[in-house]
């Protein structure tokens, strides 16, 4: 039982805790006990020194008849529980209280017996005088014996208090910590096991426990996201490759079944295409993983980004011209930033290529670039239908493609791509359902040059 108690850490940090609280109650109370004694003793040292020095200083001034006066004087009605008494040469009591042999010369603690209250403690000051006679000054010490047995009483009544409690803190301190970290363990037991629905719980009073708690809680809706997301992504790559591998596999097994249907060039084009094909995918993958682990090379410089978009715009005019679409440039001069210009530019291009993907027979695509306040944002527009609400933020997941059935060309990769590379030069992308259509905006920071005038897509 000892050894398990030891062995958890509530218990401990609550043990160690009682001890030093106990321990220093204890040195402090029986500091103030001999502080206390030492103070009661002092104070009656001090009475009996200021009754036994005037008459010690007036015998030695040689008039013996005036100290036994003074000494018979302060017998009388004297109320301070002091006594007074004059001893000879010969130890012989001449005059006085104290009728018994004559204590030693100096400070002592003596016993007087008292035929009504028995025997009484006393503290006594001898001094001897010039002609061989002693003075004795007694204070009586039951008062300061009683004040001290009460206050020892009451200092190991303290001390009992003080265990008990410590002992019900050790109890209660380790209940209590083992009651806020035991969901902690049951959680983590709960995911260790493959649950990742499992939550710590979070009480009203957001303390420390409870800031845990939410942290370990967002941890787990992240990883559970990921793994959610993971589980997504294996699916969607076997689809993908289902798909193209299936192709394949056909035309060889017609190629194999009737070789006089198709010629070797037709086989070997089409084995080479749909390999491209996947090769394509995985690289993607891997650009992407690239550009989020910090991994791909990047040099970061100043660059005009509006001049930039105007050139890419310029080259895909005509791929847009073909598939019947119309692409313009909206772009204001001097938007400088910083930025990897490889990257920044196949950024617009996925998402250029997107729209190209994306729009109908007859869109209008139109590419802006202006300085809102202390960004650039760079927009494209298409004149279609827009993306619902709900998917406004998963379009930019790997492999997520609103065309259920994957129709269409394409991995759901070109906006990951996006997402990653902004992520990387400290820019952001978003989307949104605007008046004129679908809008995809990037946002960069800028160098620090002058805001222009915001103008809408």
Known sequence: MTGRFWQRASYRIAATTASILATAAFVLGGGGLLLTQYHIRHALDARIAAASDPLVALAKTGDEEGTRRAIAAA??????????????????????????????????????????????????????????????????????????EAISWLWAFSAGVILILSVSLVVLLGRYLDSRLEPITRTSDAVIAGDLSHRVPVSHRRDEFDRVAISLNTMLDRIS?????????????????????????????????????????????????????????????????????????????????????????EAMQPVFEDAGLALSADVTPDLTTLGDRDQLASAIINVLENALAHSSMGAIVVLSALRNGDHIELKVCDSGPGVPAEDLERIFDRFVRLDAARSKPGHGLGLSLVRAVMHANHGTVGASNEPRGFVITLRFATTGLRTLENRQC
């Open 75 to 148: 017998v009388v009605g004297r109320e301070d529980q002091l006594a007074i008494a004059l001893f000879d040469s010969q130890g012989r009591h001449i005059l006085g209280e104290l009728k018994v042999s004559r204590p030693a010369l100096g400070w002592s603690d003596v016993t007087f017996y008292d035929p009504v209250e028995g025997n009484d403690p006393a503290r006594v000051l001898a001094t001897d005088l010039p002609n061989g006679e002693r003075i004795v000054v007694a204070g009586n010490r039951r008062p300061l014996e009683t004040a001290s």
């Open 225 to 313: 996201e990921l793994m959610a997301n993971l589980r997504g992504i294996a699916g969607d790559i076997a689809h993908d490759l289902r798909t193209p591998l299936g192709r394949l596999r056909t035309r060889l097994e017609t190629a194999s079944a009737d070789p006089a249907s198709i010629s070797r060039e037709d086989v070997v084009e089409t084995t080479i295409a749909t390999i491209d094909e996947i090769l394509a995918l995985f690289h993607a993958v891997l650009r992407i993983s690239e550009i989020e682990d910090g991994g791909a090379p990047q040099v970061r410089n100043e660059l005009d980004l509006g001049r930039l978009a105007v050139e890419i715009v």
